[in-house]
């Protein structure tokens, strides 16, 4: 017998190159009847004819990048056109023009991550192929006379914002800082939300999902949202409005006026740079006219990790064939720094300085902080953690240990994977064991929810820590479930009303297996490493670390009653409607 021929493909690669122009034939909503002809007038617009006589102006077509990426019906990599956006390219260009023009110069502002600076600081204190970097790291300790016993963290920062500020950077931050009032923001969401849900009161009830991660934001908005009026689940209600750390500091660093400012942030992941190119995270520029809003973003420009440390190795070359030629004296005298700026905006630099409790950095490159801590909880920022052990004291008076999950009044199971936990609070620690032993008789399996399994006592508080994107349908599954279940029990009861009781109350998701220390911007490194440097930071109680962190959180405040400048939305995007699927461009 014998068999036909194999074909063999060569070079097959399913990347898709982006397109200049939308390749998906979608519907057009047309109001002004069918066009018969288009005419061009002599000041260069277009007009439009139609078959019953009549004509109007047609609009110039403009899609936003942000369009772009929020459409749901786009199957191109489109998220590269952002990343040319936002590039490092971008970054030395402005460099360049910020100090060559006399007039116009912006402060330069940097906030870094910490879950960039642990993947930054495997590399630079653990990784030898890297050898350029790491002398040029031990020659500035030694400069600057400390000690590698000292925390490796603080040294690394201290060094990456020294080596910032010679490119030209005036104010560098730690967006730990922000995220002490993100922290203090979600528990108050979340404390204001259990109690509407108890009370049958408000719009928007319990679960509460982290809406810190763009890349899970943009999921929920496209996959798991309804149209109004539609009886399914939607995820959009129940996403948690409190800016990422990332637009707080964005907001901290524009509060005063934002055409000055040039904000540069490090982060993680590569879906920042879609966070940033958000409406909701820009104000509008004062010059605008009225009939044309022009945006000023909360933060201009985000680099992922490993494009950081392209630019540091750079710097380093440029330092060691400088190195190579002239005295050590000569090249820090020949370090350009940040431009200099006019008296109006050193004057708001000090202010920023002042506030954020930064020491202006030293012409040696080195700089003065406040020591780094990190929050209780998972690398991600400890959302999870603190929301529960807040509310477990605030609610119910119970005051849990510094690790919840060590504490006699949890229990935490594993749902699937490691990557997605259950934690339960109960009343008394003889209630944690009951509810253990009646998981060991109930016939169920580890992967049901301890609230779906209706196994007795019940828990006060239920969370969930979810990462990766493998674990969301695990996650939203059970929520519908107990949503349809709720749906069928109002239709059988009539106008009876009740809450449903979903399996969770609180969802901390991170779209990246095992959270923002393995985020996709981050350097291809020893994760264990990354994770141990990031947990060696003492872990500190939100709003009681850092001696300005309330004053920033008054300045965001203050001026805005209605926390607009700690507090977002987010919107439903519809499915586009195809005309014809044949007609795809591929």
Not at 67 to 92: N, P, Q, R, W
Not at 296 to 311: C, Q, R, S, Y
Not at 327 to 353: F, K, N
Not at 419 to 427: I, V, Y
């Amino acid at each position: 017998m014998t068999f036909s021929t194999v074909l063999r493909l060569k070079e097959v690669d399913d990347y898709i190159a982006p397109s200049k122009s939308c390749i998906k034939p979608v519907k057009i909503d047309v109001q002004h009847g069918k066009t018969k002809a288009v005419r061009i007038e002599s000041d260069g617009t277009y007009t439009a004819l139609t078959e019953d006589g009549n004509s109007y102006t047609l609009k110039k077509a403009k899609i936003s990048l942000n369009d772009c990426l929020a459409c749901s019906g786009c199957i191109t990599t489109a998220e590269s056109v952002l990343i040319s956006e936002h590039s490092v390219d971008t970054f030395m260009q402005f460099l360049d023009d910020n100090r060559n023009q006399l007039t116009g110069r912006r402060i330069l502002a940097v906030s870094l991550s910490p879950q960039s600076l642990a993947s930054l600081g495997e590399k630079i204190t653990h990784d030898n192929s890297n050898l350029l970097l790491s002398q040029r790291f031990r020659r500035w300790i030694a400069e600057n006379h400390l000690s590698l016993d000292s925390n490796q963290l603080d040294m690394v920062r201290s060094f990456v914002a020294g080596v910032l500020h010679e490119m030209g950077a005036h104010l560098v931050i730690d967006t730990t800082w922000t995220r002490d009032i993100a922290l203090e923001e979600s528990v108050k969401e979340f404390l204001q939300r259990f109690s509407a849900t108890k009370s049958g009161s408000g719009d928007t009830s319990l679960p509460l999902f982290c809406g810190i991660c763009p890349g899970w934001v943009c999921y929920a908005e496209k996959t798991h949202s309804v149209q109004p009026g539609s009886s399914s689940f939607s995820i959009v209600p129940h996403l948690s409005t409190v800016r990422s750390p990332q637009q707080i500091a964005g907001r901290l660093l524009k509060s005063s006026d934002p055409h000055s400012i040039y904000h540069v942030s490090v982060m993680p992941c590569f879906d920042k740079k879609l966070e940033a190119s958000r409406a909701e995270f820009a104000t509008v520029s004062s010059t605008s006219l009225d009939n044309e809003k022009n945006l000023i973003p909360d933060v201009d420009l985000v680099l992922a990790t490993n494009e950081l440390f392209d630019l540091l190795e750079k710097a380093c070359e440029r330092y060691a064939e400088d190195a190579a030629h002239v005295s050590q004296a000569i090249i820090r005298d020949c370090c350009p720094g940040p431009p200099d700026l006019d008296v109006a905006l050193h004057g708001q630099l000090t202010e920023l300085i002042d506030l954020c409790g930064v020491v202006t950095i030293s012409p040696d490159c080195s700089s003065k902080f406040v020591p780094m801590y990190r929050h209780i909880g998972t690398g991600s920022g400890g959302y999870a953690s603190v929301i529960f052990c807040r509310a477990a004291f605030e609610l119910f008076g119970i005051r849990l240990i510094s690790d919840p999950q060590l504490d006699e009044h949890v229990l935490v199971r594993q749902l699937h994977n490691r990557d997605l936990q259950e934690w339960l609070l109960f009343a008394s620690v003889v209630d944690r064991d009951n509810a253990q032993k009646a998981l060991l008789h109930l016939n169920t399996t580890n992967r049901t929810p301890y609230r779906q399994s209706k196994a007795q006592p019940a828990p006060l508080l239920a969370f969930a820590v979810a990462n990766g994107f493998r674990n969301i349908q695990n996650i939203v599954q059970p929520l519908k479930t107990a949503h349809k279940a709720n749906n069928l029990s109002q239709s059988s009861f009539g106008n009876y009303r009740r809450q449903p009781r979903y399996p969770f109350d609180y969802v901390e998701v991170m779209a990246c297996p095992g959270g923002c220390l393995n985020g996709g911007g981050q350097l291809k490194n020893a994760s264990e490493v990354v994770t141990e440097l990031y947990f060696q930071l003492p872990a500190l109680e939100p709003m009681q670390s850092h001696a300005n962190v309330q004053r920033m959180y008054n300045a965001l405040f203050s001026k805005d009653a209605e926390r607009r400048n700690l507090r977002t939305s987010y919107r439903s995007v519809p499915p586009v409607e195809i005309i014809n699927p044949m007609a795809l461009q591929w």
